[in-house]
């Protein structure tokens, strides 16, 4: 069983327009909402291929309400926590052209009590898991090692942590040793303070993260596939899409299909893809199921260390 947290999830409303044009009334074609939040996310691609997970969800208001009706009615395996504080609710800008804008809200905070709760849900679940999957960025006011008090409290009793965060969250979490870390290109600049312009910079930054703590970098690369650097290895792989439709929350797709797949090496690598890839393929962040995921055409390999990312982040900030 996979368990995820998700400490600051979402409603998603994914709104397509023509084309965005600041200052103006954008007059909208379609609008769509989704169930969202990183964990959220792994959990509900793990239910579409049958993949025993359950999410661990605080939620709060009207909009929490909502949030938890949608994963019910998605069947979603949870465990929710009432808070006060009103769940957030994100928004993506559609174009046509596949130009994605995301407006993320920062959420509400958590007091100290409702942590304290929805961490003791975390471990009363985590005696069945064989993963425990902590996402998303952190609401306000919550301390920025609160993932790093998991990894601890986890690697204590031998359960498997995997990290997707950013920012400070994310430099605590790799002094807490986690099993695994997921960071897209931004994520690994950011945390390295390293531009990444090519796999060589992906594998030489992968392994800064894994001298700070982490046992396995996991580094999404949007459109050019994905670096895998662990014990055994270290892996580059793609699975091209010709028209994508969404990118969000192909990070969490390609999360779940690698950890589903047993978390380690090439072939987890590749299924990985090939649910990340799918996600693309279709709209708003829906989780693609079997018949959605298409294993022809991924490539796992070797990197070549020179080739180019297709897509290069701006330069990060220096460390402080
Ligand atoms: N345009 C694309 N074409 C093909 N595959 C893609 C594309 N965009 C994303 N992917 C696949 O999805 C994976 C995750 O993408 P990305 O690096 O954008 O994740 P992310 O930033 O964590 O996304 P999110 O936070 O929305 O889940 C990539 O490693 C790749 O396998
Ligand atoms: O603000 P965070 O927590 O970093 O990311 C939240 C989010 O963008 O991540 C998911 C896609 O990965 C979406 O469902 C959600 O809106």
Redesign the pocket.
């Known amino acids: 069983m996979i368990l995820t947290l998700t400490l600051n999830p979402s409603l998603d409303r994914t709104i397509a327009i023509g084309a965005l044009d600041r200052g103006a009334v954008i007059r909208a074609a379609a609008a769509h909402l989704d169930p969202g939040g990183?964990g959220v996310?792994v959990s509900r691609a793990l239910l579409a291929n049958a993949v025993a997970s359950r999410a661990v969800v605080p939620f709060g208001g009207d909009e929490g309400r909502q949030l938890v009706r949608l994963l019910a009615a998605e069947g979603l395996d949870m465990v929710t926590v009432p808070v006060a504080g009103p769940t957030r609710s994100n928004v993506t800008l559609a174009e046509p052209d596949g130009t994605i804008t995301k407006i993320n809200e920062p959420g509400t905070a958590l007091s100290p009590g409702e942590l304290d709760t929805i961490a003791e849900a975390v471990l009363a679940a985590a005696h069945e898991a064989d993963w425990v999957v902590a996402s998303g960025s952190l609401p306000p006011e919550v301390p920025a090692d609160v993932y790093a008090a998991l990894c601890r409290r986890f690697a204590e009793a031998g359960i498997l942590v995997a990290v997707?965060t950013s920012g400070p969250a994310l430099a605590c979490a790799l002094g807490a040793a986690p099993a695994l870390v997921?960071p897209?290109?931004e994520e690994l600049a950011a945390a390295t303070g390293m531009p990444i312009r090519c796999l060589g910079d992906v594998v030489e930054a992968a392994g800064k993260l894994r001298a700070a703590g982490a046992r396995t970098v996991l580094a999404?690369?949007?459109?050019d596939?994905?670096v895998l650097v662990e014990d055994s290895g270290i892996w580059y792989g793609?699975?091209?899409?010709t028209e994508?439709r969404s990118?969000?929350?192909?990070?969490?797709?390609?999360l779940a299909g690698f950890l589903a797949a047993g978390g380690h090496g090439p072939d987890a690598l590749a299924q990985?893809?090939t649910w990340?890839?799918a996600?693309?393929r279709l709209p708003g962040s829906r989780m693609p199921g079997p018949d959605d995921i298409d294993p022809a055409g991924v490539a796992v390999g070797p990197p070549d260390p020179v080739r180019l990312l297709t897509s290069t982040p701006p330069a990060p900030a220096p460390l402080p």
């Open positions: 990183k996310n997707d997921k897209n290109v999404s690369l949007g459109a596939g994905a793609e699975a091209p899409v994508p990118s969000v929350g192909a990070g969490d797709a390609m990985g893809l990340g890839a996600a693309v």
